[in-house]
Each structure stands twice: as C-alpha cells, then as structure tokens.
C-alpha cells in the first residue's frame, strides 16, 4: 500500500481549529442503583498544530496536540478532560495517537 503523505498532512490540517458544540446527550450507568445518567453537554476540542518535529536526529514526525473537555449543561461540572497529540511518521507510515486523562490513564494507539 502506497501512503500518500499529502493526504495524511491534509486530514491532520483539517483538524486544526478551536471546536466547539453544545448538542451532546451523555447516557451511562451510574455508580449506584439509581439507573441512568441522561444529561446533556457542551464540548470543545481546541486543535493546535506543533508541526515538524526531530527526535533522536532522525526521526521526523508532523505533529498534533489536542485538549478535549465535555462539561454537563446541568451542573457546568466537567465529567470528561483529555490532553493528546496525533503524530505521523512518513518514514514508517505510522499514524499515532497518544492521550491521557486525569484519572492517570494514557493510551497510545497507531496503525498504517
């Protein structure tokens, strides 16, 4: 499979920008016996570019970052919080996402 590095940088491009909607419905198990949670919320997702990046002189990595909040529209209480970055390797062709949450999970995940 030929990766086609302009068509990756073009998608990471169009993610750029400050993302913001208030339509979202949260519907999830509570902790206790009392059902379901049904709230609505707001989110953004602001997007930056970081750009090219070296690492170890000579890997060269385009570059993401990315911090995520959802806030219920009830309470103004924020349920969710994730900070990460979306880097592509055109040597390997490897797109990665690395992320983490306050509760002291982080993830890292690629594919080609």
Do not use: K
Not at 45 to 62: H, K, R
């Amino acid at each position: 499979m030929t990766i086609c590095l302009q068509s990756i940088l073009d998608l990471l491009e169009q993610l750029i920008g400050d993302w913001n909607g208030d339509s979202g419905r949260d519907v999830s198990p509570r902790e206790s016996a009392e059902g379901l949670i049904d709230a609505d919320y707001r989110e953004r997702l602001l997007v930056e570019e970081v750009g090219d990046v070296t690492n170890a002189g000579s890997q060269t990595l385009v570059v993401v970052r990315y911090h995520q909040v959802v806030t219920r529209l009830s309470d103004g209480l924020v349920f969710h919080d994730e900070m990460g970055f979306y880097h592509f390797d055109a040597d390997s062709g490897l797109l990665s996402c690395t992320f983490c949450i306050p509760r002291g999970v982080a993830l890292h995940a690629r594919t080609r």
